[in-house]
């Protein structure tokens, strides 16, 4: 009897956990099948809602587009932005959408910025969050008409720019040309010829110069001009496109180089620019006065048939020419009246380096030394004028040229 009861125990307990173990087997299975419901419910609502962030986004990005087309009218912009958005849209979407708005923007530059929100309906609002999930976003379209314009440079060609960009430059040239027969010290207008051709290498002050590594102020002119085409040329992409042309000053103003819209071969020709061979004087008036002569109207609207008009003079300000005319600072009536005929006037003014101890600075120039500057600013138009006291400041000037030329311009992104 004894072993039977104990036996019957033993069977009790067998039986009683077996019955927990079927428990906690049926729990955990039930937790895990809820996890799993909830994971494959979010990963469908996840992708419900990425489907729809895509539906709207395209429905919004042809609205911008259809708004900005060239047959919507500017009145007609936000009307039509809106249709074409709701016609992207199946009637669900459409009765979901919550808010949408447009800001246009018209004239030379067109664009339609559209903002939008939906509130998406959820599969299963019980398991995972609210009833609705918020979807948002923005399209914007922007499409700018191309800005013509042309910028003609008239560079100073005169013997005043054969002087070295700096003093160190000027103080070699001094060294350099101590044993010279004919200009011996020379630091004025050194790119005339010279009878000490040192081996025959020299046949010129200039040559002597660039031999030496000493940059003259019309090196730094051609170098600067062409970091200004280059720098606009960086602006093609954006809408810009413009024509070059160059005109020397010196004795007279001379047409060197036809309008030109292939960017390489004007900057080519201005790296080949020289100065006026010989003794030239230094008549900026008179050029200036030339040169306006030539011109038309240059109140373009910036249109292919009427481009916008620059006019960008790079000198050292600085006019002589002995007894011929008076010697002093730039005129201003020559460029009050190329202003007065629609032209944009950009001035820069590179550094005229004090020779203190040279008879024709000291004669001619060191009088009036004090004028150049304020003459240069009365002669370009408001916000382009430039000036710069050695090289690094020329480029920066040009460069600041350029930035001045695009905002003028409302270049688009």
């Not at 039986?15 to 087997?25: D, I, K, N, V, Y």
């Not at 002995?322 to 460029?335: D, E, V």
Request: proline share 3%.
């Amino acid at each position: 009897m004894r072993a039977f009861e104990q036996n019957w125990r033993k069977l009790v307990k067998l039986s009683a956990l077996l019955r927990s173990e079927r428990g906690t087997l049926a729990l955990t299975f039930a937790l895990s099948a809820t996890a799993l419901l909830l994971m494959g419910v979010g990963s469908m609502q996840l992708a419900m809602i990425s489907s729809g962030k895509s539906k709207y986004q395209s429905a919004a990005d042809t609205a911008a587009l259809a708004a900005i087309a060239p047959t919507t009218d500017n009145n007609k912009m936000k009307e039509v932005a809106e249709k074409t958005f709701m016609a992207n849209l199946n009637a669900s979407e459409r009765a979901a959408v919550v808010s949408f708005s447009v800001t246009t923007e018209t004239g030379r530059v067109r664009s339609a910025l559209i903002s939008y929100t939906a509130n998406q309906a959820t599969m299963a609002p019980g398991l995972v969050g609210g009833s609705y999930t918020p979807i948002s976003g923005t399209a914007r379209a922007r499409k700018a008409d191309y800005r013509y314009v042309d910028i003609d440079l008239w560079l100073d060609g005169s013997g005043s720019m054969g002087v070295a960009a700096d003093e160190a430059g000027r103080d070699k040239l001094r060294l350099l040309s101590k044993d010279d027969p004919d200009h011996k010290n020379c630091a004025f207008a050194c790119h005339i010829p010279t009878h000490l051709k040192e081996s025959n290498l020299y046949s010129t002050s200039e040559q002597r110069a660039h031999a030496n590594g000493v940059k003259l102020r019309h090196d730094i002119m051609k170098e600067s001009v062409q970091i200004l085409i280059d720098e606009l040329h960086d602006a093609y992409p954006r809408g810009l496109r413009a024509r070059y042309g160059v005109a020397r000053m010196a004795a007279d103003w001379e047409r060197q180089l036809a309008f030109t819209s292939d960017m390489d071969t004007a900057r080519d020709f201005v790296g080949t620019f020289q100065l006026k061979p010989g003794w030239s004087s230094s008549r900026l008036t008179p050029a200036l006065q030339t040169g306006g002569g030539t011109l038309s109207s240059g109140a373009g609207d910036g249109s292919q048939a009427k481009p916008e008009k620059f006019i960008i003079i790079v000198t050292d300000g600085m006019q002589f020419d002995w007894t011929a005319i008076s010697p002093g600072p730039i005129g201003s009536t020559a460029c009050q009246t190329l202003k007065e005929k629609g032209y944009r006037v950009g001035v820069v003014q590179l550094k005229y380096v004090r020779l203190d101890g040279d008879g024709a600075f000291e004669y001619w120039v060191k009088p009036y030394y004090d004028q150049i500057t304020p003459a240069l600013q009365a002669c370009a138009s408001a916000g382009y004028y430039f000036h710069a006291d050695n090289p690094d400041e020329v480029r920066t000037a040009f460069r600041q040229l350029a930035k001045t030329l695009e905002e003028s311009l409302r270049l688009t992104e």
